[in-house]
Nanobody
């Protein structure tokens, strides 16, 4: 089992920044391919960003490209999402997800169904 715990959400104003973290624990040990998704009220869960096991592949949703940066600290088993220039439309619950996959090291996915484990989510609210 793998446990994922997100933190760092909050209430900010448009144009501000937030840094989300996702701590991974359990077995088998990481690193795994991981991703960030978000879900706004009344909407489906949508892809935000992903990072491969190697860290060398990092696709982004068009809506966040250039504003958000995904990264990982494998020594600390932590996934990071740096969110800059936040907009009201970024308001959602943000979830991290992990896929138990070792190869290829470049694997990523933007599909929620491809991930095996999910965190409980952290709320991000951006006021205008």
């Amino acid at each position: 089992q793998v446990q994922l715990v997100e933190s760092g959400g909050g209430l900010v104003q448009a144009g501000d920044s937030l840094r989300l973290s996702c701590a991974a624990s359990g077995r088998p040990s990481s690193p795994y391919p991981m991703g960030w998704f978000r879900q706004a009220p009344g909407k489906e869960r949508e892809f935000v960003a992903a990072i491969s096991r190697s860290g060398g592949t990092t696709p982004y949703a068009d809506s966040v490209k250039g504003r958000f940066t995904i990264s990982r600290d494998n020594a600390k088993n932590t996934l990071i999402l740096q969110m800059n220039r936040l907009k009201p439309e970024d308001t959602a619950v943000y979830y991290c997800a992990a896929k138990l996959l070792s190869f290829p090291s470049s694997w990523t996915s933007s599909e929620p169904k491809d991930y095996d484990y999910w965190g409980q989510g952290t709320q991000v609210t951006v006021s205008s």
